[in-house]
């Protein structure tokens, strides 16, 4: 028996490999019957099919898939090395493994030349010539996987570098461009037959640059790795732009083969610096146009590091004091308001940012202070406070407060129930005289009560259908219901509602409910 590949394997174990699908072709039926028991009792995860003839296999290929190839040599029609040809001439690459009875030298190097992954001999110990089919079969398998694994990689690697929004490039030990992904082509306006022909690298470069980037390139493959070098690219139509090129050797089994680089725009980065700046401009101009107190101070021990226009005008009228850079705690008016503000460093530290109402001292504004830590390096370097004037927002906060219990001291003063209720119908307010003739207490709204459950099953179809209206704009008057006590009973009501409208929006809805059950209403129905 003799066997040959085409290069020395590795052994790989049957747990490395999952079912292995193998059509075998050979014009011996009998033969074949035999060769798939024993190849089953080597290792059962070989999947089996046959073939009689080489117009057989192709067929069955066609209609399902295998993952090997074992065929005869001599077969009726075409042998297997016809077979083993046409499947290379059609750039099949599936494992081929030529098992004959046949042991002639010439035909296993015609085998290998054409493409087999190895040749076995039928003749001999049938132990040992099964052992090593299936030895032979893993092995083309195992190649087989590793070989679309790699395109795989490299195709997933291309797939990557032609979303990148940068230029990527790979040159030959020549300077010779042999790969360019797409954002080359897009910017440069080149197409892919444009570099088929032996394009030089530095031809993309600019006249004025020209022998620099040829130097580099050179001093680069002689080993002096040149990396950011800034250069002026022509596009094919003549355009000119700066990039910024990063490139490194590379390098294959200890022998430099080419270069790798990434070449970025710098028309566009340049163009962020500028709108960069335009932007520190406009915040600069901002932050010292606002009535808002900004500063900061370092984290060691709080010395006053920037500040905006109003934190200095405020020093200096109420103070008498120009504030300057690097001046300690000492410039708060009293000791205690010292401490405070320390205090409140501290905890910026210590917690992270956070917000607090302060009253300055005087000219007394209550300001939002919020503290941020800003950090280098995950270790805090200094503290940014936003001190927002909100005087204003806290007066009318205050006249909106007052507003709020004067309705509702006036709505307790009411005879009648008065109530708001969310867009879910939930009960949000009720008078006093809700509470009284419903027998609920002040304790059971603030653990929910829903208006749709006081309303009389009978009623209920209506009041939602009502409710629905009103929260879709409209008002009614003197909506006929029976509610329900708290205790189960029921009395009569004339109810008015309308949609309750904040910042353009309905939220919910108010009204009125008459007790028709008390004497004065009904004598007046």
């Known amino acids: ?68 190839i074992v065929s005869d040599y001599q077969m009726p029609q075409r042998s297997g090395l016809d077979f083993l040809k046409e499947l290379r001439e059609q750039k099949n690459r599936i494992p081929f493994v030529l098992f004959t009875g046949k042991g002639r030298e010439e035909v296993a190097v015609q085998a290998l030349n054409l493409g087999a992954n190895g040749y076995v001999n039928k003749q001999g110990d049938t132990e040992t010539v099964y052992g090593e089919l299936a030895h032979y079969i893993k092995i083309a398998f195992a190649y087989q996987k590793a070989e679309l694994n790699v395109k795989a990689s490299e ?152 500040f905006n226009k109003a934190l200095a005008e405020y020093f200096l009228s109420t103070q008498n004091l120009q504030l300057q850079a690097g001046m300690a705690m000492g410039i708060m008016p009293t000791k205690e308001r010292e401490d405070k503000l320390r205090a409140f460093y501290k905890k910026a530290l210590s917690e992270g940012t956070f917000t607090v109402e302060y009253t300055t001292l005087k000219d007394p504004r209550v300001l939002e202070l919020t503290f941020n830590v800003l950090k280098h390096q995950d270790k805090p370097f200094a503290i940014a406070i936003f001190g927002k004037d909100i005087t204003e927002r806290k007066k009318a906060e205050a006249a909106i407060l007052e507003s709020e219990n004067k309705y509702r001291e006036l709505a307790n003063l009411l005879p009648e129930i008065i109530f708001e209720v969310d867009i879910k119908a939930n009960i949000t307010f009720a008078n006093a005289r809700a509470f ?33 209206k009103v929260l879709s704009g409209n008002t009614f008057y003197d909506s006929k219901y029976n509610l329900v006590r708290k205790d189960g009973t029921q009395f009569p009501v004339s109810m008015s509602t309308s949609p309750i409208v904040k910042e353009g929006k309905i939220i919910g809805a108010r009204g009125i409910a008459f007790n028709l059950a008390h004497p004065k209403n009904i004598e007046g129905t």
């Open 1 to 68: 028996m003799s066997s040959i590949t085409i290069e020395k394997a590795q052994f790989i174990t049957d747990s490395q490999l999952n079912n292995i699908r193998i059509l075998h072709v050979d014009d011996d039926r009998p033969f074949l019957e035999v060769s798939k028991q024993i190849l089953r009792d080597v290792n059962e995860r070989f999947e089996i099919d046959f073939a009689f003839c080489v117009d057989e296999a192709f067929k069955k290929m066609g209609e399902n898939e295998y993952d090997v």
């Open 155 to 306: 195709a997933k690697y291309h797939e990557l570098v032609d979303r990148l929004p940068e230029m990527v490039f790979e040159l030959d030990n020549e300077g010779k461009i042999v790969f360019a992904n797409r954002r080359v082509f897009e910017l440069m306006g080149y197409s892919a037959v444009d570099f088929d022909d032996d394009f030089d690298a530095n031809r993309l470069v600019a006249p004025e640059d020209f022998e620099r980037s040829r130097r580099n390139m050179k001093e680069m493959f002689a080993g002096n790795i040149r990396q950011n070098n800034e250069y002026v690219f022509l596009k094919k139509d003549g355009a000119r732009f700066p990039v910024l090129l990063t490139s490194i050797p590379v390098v294959k089994d200890n022998k430099l083969v080419g270069a790798r680089g990434i070449v970025v725009d710098m028309t566009e980065r340049k163009r962020t610096e500028y709108a960069l700046a335009k932007n520190q401009t406009l915040f600069e101009s901002i932050v010292n146009n606002t009535r808002d107190l900004i500063w900061s101070v370092s984290a060691d021990d709080f010395r006053l590091l920037t």
């Open 436 to 468: 009284e003739l419903t027998g609920y207490s002040k304790e059971d709204l603030e653990r929910g009560i829903n208006a749709f459950s006081i309303i009389a099953p009978g009623d209920l179809e209506k009041a939602k259908a009502n409710i629905t």
